[in-house]
């Protein structure tokens, strides 16, 4: 083992969780297949495993219309990654595939994310892509390739899989927040495929961001200093201006009315229009020119509810306004991400300790729950500790256990 393998080992050893114990790791003459995306994470995950002889290397296309090009000169995303890929591959002296999903990536998840917008709704296309896709296709064609159950693979994510020490199931490991958490990747993964956690090693996991540079660095990968990527390829969404162009070339024209109510008689009035209600997000500020000489309406508005019986958007004065604000959701579509039924026993049991979370979005601070109450086996209501701003339909709320994912659903209202 190489000074830096030997050095990831010390490290995840002293990183462990009460409760588990680190996932079996591949043998020596094992198929592995590790995801190369071009970046620095995939890089180093590639490096710590080169010495194994049935390494291979694999390369996911998903998306071939670059949007996010600032110059016409510009070489798209997908390219550059490809070259870096091929380049780290080279240093590591192991082979790699070049795999193309589009056609999987068009038809599981872009086409369901411009439905969901068409709808009003706020869906997580990166929540799809990681279980029809880096999950779902790639792992079909390994299948395929090696032979189901056949292969680990190695993923560049920053979340951990870990090995429940007291479980009666064979194999129940159990998805987990990566250990630095401001690169915590897990919820983006909490509808992977849950047999699928049997074969998934995800070394980052274990690893600080500086870390994985600096190990990086020690092996001379070209990518040690390449930035992140930001958002997802097809579009640089960081600015929701520019996403929203991106969405116009797609979806529709359904032009509705911008409106105001007065909670206390009713009264709805009309400020603009919108072209469809995807356009705008909840939470988000409107650049409405609202009459500033009234005090009434004098300061920022922000959309705080889109109605898809009327096609109206509803907006309310303040980015702190109470109507943004809500404690409790409803969610449909809940999947568990273990072998074992999620319990209510476990459910309360967390409850009772304050260890049971929520989050709405990647990288927020994990919202308490208190109560809950099942509708089936796959829908239910949650009470949260605290109001919090801008819950959206659409959005998946994922459930945690301290640092435990266990599942994830859409959430259908909130109130």
Not at 83 to 102: G, R, S, W
Not at 237 to 244: A, E, P, T, V, Y
Request: charged share 25%; aromatic share 12%.
């Amino acid at each position: 083992m190489s000074k830096i393998g030997r050095k990831f080992v010390e490290i995840c050893r002293n990183r462990t969780v009460p409760g588990y114990k680190l996932q079996k790791m591949p043998s020596k003459f094992d198929n592995i297949v590790v995801g190369i995306s071009g970046g620095v994470d995939s890089s180093l995950c590639a490096a710590l495993f080169a010495g194994y002889p049935n390494l291979h290397g694999v390369y996911m296309q998903n998306w071939g219309k670059d949007q996010s090009l600032t110059k016409p000169e510009e070489e798209p995303c997908y390219e550059r990654d490809w070259k870096d890929a091929q380049k780290v591959a080279k240093h590591l002296n192991i082979p790699i595939d070049f795999v193309n999903f589009e056609k999987d990536y068009w038809l599981k998840v872009f086409e369901p994310m411009l439905e969901q917008y068409n709808l009003g709704y706020t869906p997580n296309p990166d929540v799809g892509c990681n279980k029809f896709v880096k999950f779902g296709s790639l792992m079909d064609h390994l299948d395929e390739k090696f032979g189901k159950d056949n292969y680990w693979l190695v993923m560049g994510h920053y979340a951990r899989v870990l090995e429940y020490e007291n479980s009666k199931e064979k194999d129940n490991n159990h998805l987990l927040r990566a250990f630095y958490g401001k690169k915590d990747q897990s919820y983006y993964l909490s509808q992977v495929p849950v047999s699928a956690l049997k074969q998934i090693i995800l070394p980052i996991g274990h690893l600080t961001k500086p870390e994985v540079r600096d190990m990086a660095s020690e092996l001379n990968l070209h990518t040690s200093t390449k930035p992140d990527s930001q958002g997802i390829c097809f579009v640089n969404n960081s600015q929701h201006g520019k996403f929203k162009n991106f969405l116009q070339e797609y979806l529709p024209s359904e032009p509705g009315n911008i409106v105001t109510i007065d909670r206390e008689t009713g009264e709805k009035k009309v400020w603009g229009q919108h072209s469809g209600l995807w356009s705008y997000t909840i939470g988000q500020k409107i650049g409405l020119s609202l009459p500033q000489g009234d005090p009434r309406y004098q300061g920022a508005w922000y959309v705080s509810d889109k109605r898809r019986d009327t096609g109206e958007i509803v907006i309310v004065k303040g980015r702190d306004n109470e109507e943004l604000y809500s404690d409790s959701v409803h969610v449909k579509h809940f999947k568990i991400l273990s072998q074992e039924n999620l319990s209510d026993s476990l459910l309360n049991e967390s409850i009772k300790n304050g260890t049971l979370y929520m989050q709405f979005r990647s990288l927020q601070k994990p919202v308490k729950a208190i109560a809950y109450q099942w509708v089936n086996h796959n829908e239910f209501s949650l009470k949260l500790a605290s109001k919090e701003r801008a819950m959206a339909p659409g959005q998946y709320c994922c459930l945690y256990a301290n640092d435990r994912v266990l599942g994830s659903g859409i959430i259908d209202s909130v109130n």
